[in-house]
């Protein structure tokens, strides 16, 4: 499989500004962009194997690009710990979307996005008036919604921040493996590379997380009644969505409840749901009929009417 390139985006904040990287599969000057974005802790690189795929079963020229937000894998870390927010998150991917659309114009453009990545897609697409090269055609909540379960936001908490020190990457993905058993059933081939990329070396050697343990400055501001409150305005954001979207969740998901997953098929885009038995909070597309399901979604259903508000 082709390896991706490794690209940077200056991105603006209060403290003089931060680099956000992205890694570009395919055709850099394709009109069709599919950006990947991922969770709270990881990094562009999870998508590896669903960016092979959807290369491999695109019927014409297409770009996947999966950053590394803010404070992940290749990225700068901010210097005011506060701004690893989803606003900051929002500003940062329309910078790499406007670089992007001036390197070579965007024509049609989906997002895929895994929980935090799912949000930052929301408000993007739920935002009026952002300066978007076009609009968001088709988006992928990956076990996400505008209503967060305070258990699971609990359960994130005991392990987010916890960046530890390995003897090596093997070590380091066993200790991954022991608080991502959520994810549902990987190989261990599968896990060990998902788990290359979520490690970087430390100078006095060994190993240790790829994120900035500072992430968990806001995270660890948030109360259940905050979170409460926050969900109004997700549902605004939700239900201003023109794009055509696809909720893929975890059956056994402790983060996005299926009465929210319902409810997300009836209001704003009327999304389309498919689950996926074994797994919980998230599915990672690495396996089969999960890549299937968003390939299917983006690629497959290219002649069929363009959405109202679709571009």
Not at 113 to 128: H, K, R
Not at 153 to 176: C, E, H, K, P, W
Not at 192 to 216: C, N, R, W
Request: one cysteine or more; proline letters at 7%; charged letters at 20%.
């Amino acid at each position: 499989m082709h390896q991706p390139t490794l690209n940077y985006v200056p991105c603006a904040d209060a403290s003089g500004g931060h680099r956000m990287a992205y890694w570009q599969w395919g055709d850099e000057k394709a009109g069709h962009v599919i950006v990947c974005a991922h969770g709270l802790s990881r990094q562009g690189r999870d998508f590896d194997v669903l960016a092979g795929a959807l290369l491999a079963q695109a019927q014409h020229p297409l770009r996947v690009v999966c950053p590394d937000v803010v404070g992940r894998g290749r990225s700068d870390w901010l210097k005011e710990p506060m701004g690893y927010q989803i606003p900051t998150y929002v500003g940062d991917m329309l910078a790499m979307l406007a670089q992007l659309h001036r390197a070579a114009p965007i024509g049609t453009l989906d997002w895929v996005g895994t929980s935090m990545g799912g949000l930052t897609g929301m408000g993007l697409c739920g935002t009026p008036k952002l300066p978007l090269p076009v609009p968001v055609r088709r988006l992928v909540l990956n076990d996400v919604g505008p209503a967060i379960e305070w258990q699971a936001l609990r359960r994130i908490g005991t392990y987010l921040g916890n960046t530890g020190s390995f003897d090596s990457v093997q070590r380091a993905a066993d200790a991954m493996w022991a608080i991502s058993a959520s994810f549902g059933p990987h190989t261990p081939e599968q896990w060990l590379a998902l788990s290359q990329a979520m490690v970087k070396p430390l100078p006095e050697g060994g190993f240790t997380l790829h994120y900035d343990p500072a992430i968990t400055v806001p995270f660890r501001t948030v109360t259940e009644e905050s979170a409460a409150q926050g969900q109004e305005a997700l549902w605004q954001l939700y239900d201003n969505i023109k794009a055509k979207t696809l909720i893929t969740r975890g059956a056994d998901s402790d983060l996005l409840s299926k009465d929210t997953a319902l409810a997300m098929t009836r209001r704003g885009p009327k999304a389309r749901l498919v689950e996926f038995e074994g797994v919980g909070h998230a599915p990672t597309f690495v396996t089969d009929n999960q890549v299937e399901a968003v390939a299917s979604f983006l690629l497959r259903e290219e002649n069929e009417k363009p959405d109202r508000g679709a571009s």
